[in-house]
């Protein structure tokens, strides 16, 4: 499992995506997403130029161009929208796993899943509230996200934490690493990467931004 941190401009996300998805669900229509959809065009074909995703039309372009509802096609039009929408889609390590159980050693234990007891690390890697457009939740316990406040919060939660004082032995409790050498390799790793979520989060609060982080398997 692989996760994204889609970043997003808090006005855009707040004001505009949120209420037009919400409308097109409400409404059974896609017609309150199509100006979104047509202003997201160009996002939509760099994103497919830059990454080679093929000679298929984005919902995106389809809505644009009037592509009636579809139910099944919310959901896809949802994550395309937030996809293309991104002014950042940074690219790093998360080493979720491991963070939890330095960060967070009683929810690592016991597996903690439900969104309203997470610990402070697992809301910065996984969101502290669902995606919701009106009353529909995007992908279930897939994506969550952090509005304005949650990353001020979290940003400052994550520059108190003091990586050199990890240990080998807080991570004796990782599953499926269990070698002592392998526990080492894995401390250094995720000492390597963390700076990087920290200066997102710094970097998030500062220029008003919202962190959606979904899972894709």
Do not use: K
């Amino acid at each position: 499992m692989a996760e994204y941190f889609l970043c997003l401009d808090a006005e855009t996300f707040l004001r505009r995506i949120r209420p037009a998805l919400a409308a097109s669900w409400r409404q059974r229509s896609f017609e309150p997403c199509r100006s979104l959809c047509n202003d997201l065009l160009p996002a939509a074909r760099e994103y497919t130029q830059r990454y080679h995703t093929g000679e298929e039309e984005t919902l995106v372009a389809r809505i644009a161009a009037g592509f009636r509802f579809d139910r099944a096609c919310w959901r896809l039009l949802a994550g395309e929208v937030l996809l293309f929408a991104a002014v950042e889609i940074p690219e790093f390590q998360s080493n979720a796993e491991t963070l939890c159980c330095l960060l967070a050693p009683e929810a690592y234990r016991s597996a903690v899943t439900a969104r309203e007891h997470y610990a402070p690390i697992q809301q910065v890697l996984r969101g502290s509230r669902d995606v919701t457009f009106g009353s529909t939740v995007y992908r279930p316990d897939q994506a969550g996200y952090n509005n304005p406040d949650d990353v001020a919060l979290l940003a400052t939660y994550l520059a108190d934490v003091e990586p050199e004082r990890w240990t080998v032995d807080d991570l004796r409790p990782l599953r499926d690493v269990e070698d002592y050498d392998e526990q080492a390799d894995e401390l250094a790793f995720v000492r390597e990467w963390f700076p990087a979520l920290v200066e997102l989060y710094q970097r998030s609060r500062t220029e008003n931004r919202v962190l959606v982080i979904e899972n894709i398997y």
